[in-house]
């Protein structure tokens, strides 16, 4: 017959409603036979609040047990953290992977900084624009669409009549200053970056329309712009693609 001389216990618990329960309890016996002190392991559930009758478990399976608690927590921990990490998720983000984020402008005015032959700008209503970043080759591309707020995937995405942007999209960024990695304050140091950059000639080709193809028409189009204070029309905007599609690439 074993002797039990003396015991303790290690709980194992969840968390319930912001609450710490307890599920079971694993006792370690000392026990005296033949005058050999041994120890062994009893893992006993708790219902409600009450030690239950235990079982004798190996050392191997209070291990498994106890590192499957830690996992549990940590992963816990991880799915938590994960949702305050979504909780300060950029809104204007649309989209993103590892390698490519798309995010949003609403219309609003901007000013326009050009540098033809000499400097000059134009504040403009800028109509919406959305943005898709390469994060790792620093890749900028950007498109207008002519609803207001957030985009959908049927909207369809327009070639935005501005100088360094060529036909896929892409902008010659030149001299802007672009996160050198992703993080919180990347969409807005994008975005001013962009404005605040000088837009210096036409990098479309073949498109058929002044605006797009000719630096000096394109300047005529933004001081006219500037002067009605009217938006961009839907007939001066070239189609590129839907958005959905022009998404492909984060699949």
């Known amino acids: 017959m074993f002797e039990i001389s003396k015991s303790s216990t290690e709980a194992v618990t969840k968390v319930t409603n912001n609450e710490l329960q307890a599920t079971d309890a694993i006792?370690?016996?000392?026990?005296?036979l033949s005058g050999e002190v041994r120890q062994i392991l009893v893992s006993h559930p708790i219902s409600r609040g009450k030690i239950m009758q235990g079982k004798?478990?190996?050392?191997?399976a209070a291990i498994k047990r106890l590192?499957?608690?830690?996992?549990?927590?940590a992963s816990q921990k991880t799915r938590q953290n994960s949702t305050l990490m979504n909780s300060f998720l950029d809104e204007r983000i649309i989209a993103q992977n590892s390698e490519y984020v798309a995010f949003y402008t609403k219309s609003a005015p901007r000013t326009i900084w050009t540098s033809v032959e000499e400097n000059l700008s134009f504040t403009i209503s800028c109509p919406s624009l959305v943005f898709i970043y390469s994060k790792s080759s620093k890749e900028l591309k950007v498109y207008t669409y002519l609803q207001g707020g957030r985009p959908k995937l049927e909207t369809m995405l327009y070639l935005v009549p501005f100088m360094n942007i060529?036909?896929?999209g892409s902008v010659c960024t030149g001299s802007m200053k672009l996160p050198r990695t992703w993080g919180q304050g990347s969409v807005d140091t994008i975005i001013n970056?962009?404005?605040?950059?000088?837009?210096?000639?036409?990098?479309?080709r073949g498109l058929g329309s002044g605006i797009y193809d000719m630096s000096y028409s394109n300047l005529k189009y933004l001081e006219r712009l500037a002067t009605s204070q009217k938006r961009m029309k839907k007939a001066d905007l070239i189609p590129f693609n839907l958005l959905s599609e022009t998404l492909g690439r984060f699949k």
Request: hydrophobic share 30%; proline share 0%; no cysteine.
């Open 193 to 204: 970056s962009f404005f605040n950059s000088r837009f210096t000639h036409s990098n479309y």
């Open 67 to 73: 590192i499957g608690l830690n996992t549990s927590r």
């Open 166 to 168: 060529s036909n896929n």
């Open 56 to 60: 004798v478990i190996s050392n191997a």
């Open 27 to 32: 006792f370690i016996h000392e026990t005296n």
